[in-house]
């Protein structure tokens, strides 16, 4: 396999950035210039380089068109106050992308093609970072089955790309959530802590019915009961709840949230009591009804944190704090300025470019 200094780098000769406004841009529309690719043949990863952006050329027969074999990380770069460039937890996520792959019977990427891989090309398009609150240059590492063939078996091929694109914030206005007891997003034993491309396909509908029903997100309950929370959207969820923090723990059926591991240890920091565990439609209904204040809020690397104004349980909807002093806030302003280098970095979370 190649190592750091060997990646080759075809650069462009007419960069796509002026011209755009990368402030003001609909979430994941704008590529960046440059990609990197790396191909798996013969067992091994090869090929690793860093192209201008392109379109990929795939058989009719490619696998990943068919059964599913598709895996991959959402990711942030940051701009720091000194005009560095930092990479959010690189190690924390290339830990879980392996652990997808492997779920998906797919070949691990080793950990120097990936950060590597990654270091040169967000240094290569750094011009893109937007300036703006809340933005980032959002990175997307993926692996698909290239083999070519319709028998359902797992590839002998596949790619390994990174591409990224400028963001600013995903949901501009606090949600509003239904609990979800038709549909569901995973079982126990199935892929629902892997991040890959089926769960988010099947979420689709069912997000689609919420939207039309004059929602923002779904709330995912259990696939047994349907009686203990899991997910909301396409994010990790949390409570607090008489300042208590609590969030489902992880199990194969969660996605083991960078997010929302940040956030615990900072939470944990300061003293704030935190449980991982389940809790029940009918424990958030208790607390809801209550005269207690009670904070709900997604936690993804797209989202940040995602205010829940309502949630709507069968045919109640239930008001959420969301004022300006709610706890939720402090934790994205925390991990705001850890990332741009005001508050010291105590974990080790940036990857300096
Ligand atoms: C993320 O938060 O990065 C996600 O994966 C959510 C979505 C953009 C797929």
């Known amino acids: ?21 990368i402030n003001n841009l609909p979430f994941g529309t704008a590529p960046t210039d440059h990609l990197f690719i790396a191909r798996y043949t013969g067992g091994e990863w090869t ?14 027969f490619t696998l990943c068109l068919h059964y599913g074999q598709t895996v991959f990380e959402g990711m942030k770069a940051f701009r720091m106050n000194d ?9 924390k996520h290339h830990g879980r992308f392996n652990r997808s792959l492997q779920r998906m019977a797919m070949p691990e990427v080793p950990y120097e093609l990936f950060k590597e891989g990654m270091r ?14 809340d933005s980032a240059l959002y990175i997307r590492p993926f692996v698909i089955a290239t083999e070519k063939r319709l028998k359902v078996k797992i590839s002998d091929e596949y790619l390994f790309l990174i591409v990224c694109t400028p963001v600013g914030s995903y949901y501009s206005q606090p949600l509003r959530v239904k609990v979800e007891t038709e549909f569901i997003r995973a079982a126990d034993g199935g892929v629902g802590y892997a991040k890959c491309g089926g769960n988010y396909g099947s979420a689709l509908l069912p997000t689609q019915r919420a939207i039309e029903a004059g929602f923002d997100q779904v709330l995912w309950t259990d696939a047994q009961n349907r009686e203990f929370i899991e997910e909301s959207g396409t994010m990790n969820v949390l409570f607090l709840i008489d300042d208590i923090l609590i969030t489902p723990a992880r199990s194969s059926t969660i996605l083991d ?16 009591k935190v449980q991982e565990r389940k809790i029940s439609i009918r424990e958030l209904e208790a607390a809801l009804q209550g005269d207690i204040r009670v904070e709900a809020f997604g936690a993804g690397t797209a989202a940040v944190v995602a205010p829940i104004e309502s949630i709507t349980i069968g045919k109640e909807t239930y008001a959420c704090y969301v004022e300006e002093d709610a706890v939720m806030y402090s934790f994205k302003k925390e991990l ?6 005001e508050v010291e970095d105590t974990w080790g979370w940036n990857e300096v470019v």
């Open 120 to 133: 040169q090309l967000v240094a290569l398009d750094r011009q893109w970072l937007p300036s703006g609150k």
């Open 257 to 272: 949230g960078v997010t929302r591991d940040s956030i615990l240890q900072l939470a944990r920091r300061r003293g704030l």
């Open 47 to 60: 090929e690793a380089r860093i192209e201008p952006f392109q379109e990929l050329t795939l058989s009719p």
């Open 336 to 341: 705001q300025g850890i990332r741009t280098g």
């Open 1 to 21: 396999m190649q190592t750091t200094t060997t990646i080759p780098i075809h650069r462009t000769n007419e960069s796509r950035l002026p011209g755009l406004d």
């Open 83 to 91: 005009d560095k460039v930092s990479i959010f937890r690189l190690n």
